[in-house]
């Protein structure tokens, strides 16, 4: 059907291309618009029988709506300065994980049940293995070769304090000068230390017959961690002869309750100078959006 205005005929569809023209041209004149921060979202409704359209604007802020991202440190003396410059009291939560290693700040967690937050603001300490700590614990509990096992006492000398350094260096310098003699026994001494007797082949007919004496335990001062305090590990000393071969080592005396031990004491450290308290044993909460 047609409308009819005096001698002008205007179709149906003619009605609703003028409307789509002037929709149009009502479009691409710009609105202006405050952007704030409780205005960056906007949601329009592009025409009855279309999608609802949502834009964030926050990128357009001068800064963020709220604070939100994460950061990855290695030493307790930067994460609890970089946790306390940002914590908010009754937001933040500390998660300690002796297994990772790992201690994770949440800036944004929940307040309590009626005040939630989105977890989307964490810090992240993760702790570095010792040098010194991964060279014992490469040769924990194995038997050597006794040129291996000296070159090894050699090189974490410095880390052992008793008996003293010196002591230790002769006990390695023997071992590496007898590594091709015939090793016939092993004597306890009254002092606890090992004997190891020895026959090696000269150029000269009777041979060389000595013995050398090793500590049957000693004692070395480490850290799992880099950036805490060292401890006083026990080890105690492993050897086998075997049709003249001597095979030496050494065994760390529960090396897993020291890192346990050392972890303890950075969380006890962190509940001392966090201005935030809430620090508990386990995994941080995942983020929610």
């Known amino acids: 059907m047609t409308d009819i205005t005096g001698d002008l005929q205007v179709a149906p569809s003619d009605v609703q291309t003028i409307v789509d023209i002037a929709r149009r041209d009502a479009e691409r004149t710009p ?3 405050g952007l704030t921060a409780a205005s960056s979202i906007v949601v329009a409704r592009v025409r009855d029988d279309e999608n609802i359209c949502v ?14 991202g994460h950061a990855d440190l290695y030493d307790p003396s930067d994460f609890i300065s970089y946790v306390n410059r ?3 009291p009754v937001h933040t939560t500390v998660w300690a994980d002796v297994d990772a290693g790992t201690v994770t700040a949440v800036l944004d967690d929940h307040k309590s049940a009626d005040s939630a937050g989105w977890r989307t603001h964490t810090v992240k300490l993760t702790l570095r ?9 490469k040769f924990d509990g194995k038997g050597l070769q006794q040129a291996t096992f000296a070159e090894h006492i050699e090189n974490v000398l410095h880390t052992i304090v008793d008996p003293d350094p010196a002591t230790m260096l002769e006990v ?4 590496q000068a007898s590594k ?4 016939s026994q092993a004597t306890r001494l009254d002092s606890g230390d090992i004997q190891l007797a020895y026959h090696e082949e000269t150029n000269a007919k009777a041979g060389k017959t000595g013995n050398v004496e090793v500590p049957r335990e000693f004692t070395i001062l480490v850290t799992p961690w880099i950036g805490c305090n060292p401890v006083d590990v026990k080890a105690r000393l492993k050897y086998n002869i075997d049709r003249g071969q001597l095979a030496i ?14 972890f303890d004491g950075i969380v006890d450290r962190l509940r001392d100078q966090l201005t935030v308290k809430s620090v508990f044993a386990g995994t941080a909460p995942r983020a929610l959006r």
């Open 31 to 33: 609105v202006p618009y």
């Open 55 to 68: 834009e964030d604007y926050e990128v357009l802020l001068d800064q963020p709506r709220q604070p939100r």
């Open 86 to 88: 940002l914590t908010n």
């Open 129 to 137: 293995s010792d040098v010194d700590w991964l060279q014992w614990m």
């Open 172 to 175: 390695a310098s023997t071992l």
């Open 180 to 183: 091709s003699a015939q090793f």
């Open 249 to 262: 080592g050494y065994a760390l005396l529960r090396p897993d309750l020291v890192k346990i031990d050392v």
